[in-house]
């Protein structure tokens, strides 16, 4: 890890050079003909490290599909091209490409375990994503929860007939006494068998 620290570091110092080389080199002005020289030649083994820096190993790095390799570990990747980013952008979440990209589709697993073919011309960032322990975070009391927006929810069968079609009876029935008519939604709808509670669309 120390060593991919590093690596990385120099890198990140070599792309800083080559864009802002003045800010480097401020003094060199007021350079003689050989530290001139000695620059230059530093310059130009600058330029030559970062030709052979693998920008697949570059965390971070936003590039398309087709310029990444096989085993690549990804995240916030495109569905269309230029569309944005739209899978795995979750906290702690990657996708792996599991065949070699090529010039039209390329083959990735999505962290649910679906592997899910790709156009190559869309981005993806290499890495993955950060703040890993979001998932096992714990609330220290009911409060945080209405801090994050988040309301309580209430059993239908705990309320009275009024509330809910599930509510009232002797005990914990559904059957809500004589007015039974078994499992429904607030609003009265049937919710098994099959029951369609959507909005009604025209089939084909």
Do not use: Y
């Amino acid at each position: 890890m120390a060593l991919w620290r590093a690596g990385a570091a120099s890198t990140t110092t070599l792309f800083n050079a080559l864009l802002r080389p003045s800010s480097l080199f401020t003094a060199s002005r007021h350079l003689s003909t050989a530290d001139a020289a000695a620059e230059h030649s530093l310059r130009n083994s600058m330029k030559n490290q970062l030709l052979h820096v693998d920008i697949n190993s570059l965390i971070g790095s936003c590039m398309p599909l087709s310029s990444m390799r096989i085993g690549t570990i990804i995240h916030n990747i495109e569905v269309n091209p230029g569309q944005g980013a739209k899978l795995v952008r979750a906290a702690g979440t990657c996708a792996k490409i599991l065949k070699e990209p090529s010039s039209t589709k390329c083959l990735v697993r999505l962290p649910s375990g679906a592997e899910k073919w790709i156009d190559s011309q869309c981005r993806a960032t290499i890495g993955t994503v950060s703040n890993a322990s979001h998932g096992t975070r714990k609330l220290r009391k009911a409060g945080q929860s209405r801090w994050l927006g988040r309301r309580p929810v209430v059993r239908g069968v705990a309320m009275n007939p009024v509330d809910h079609p599930h509510g009232g009876g002797e005990g914990r029935s559904k059957s809500s006494g004589a007015w039974g008519k078994g499992s429904r939604t607030p609003w009265g709808k049937p919710t098994k068998s099959g029951f369609k509670t959507g909005p009604l669309k025209r089939r084909k």
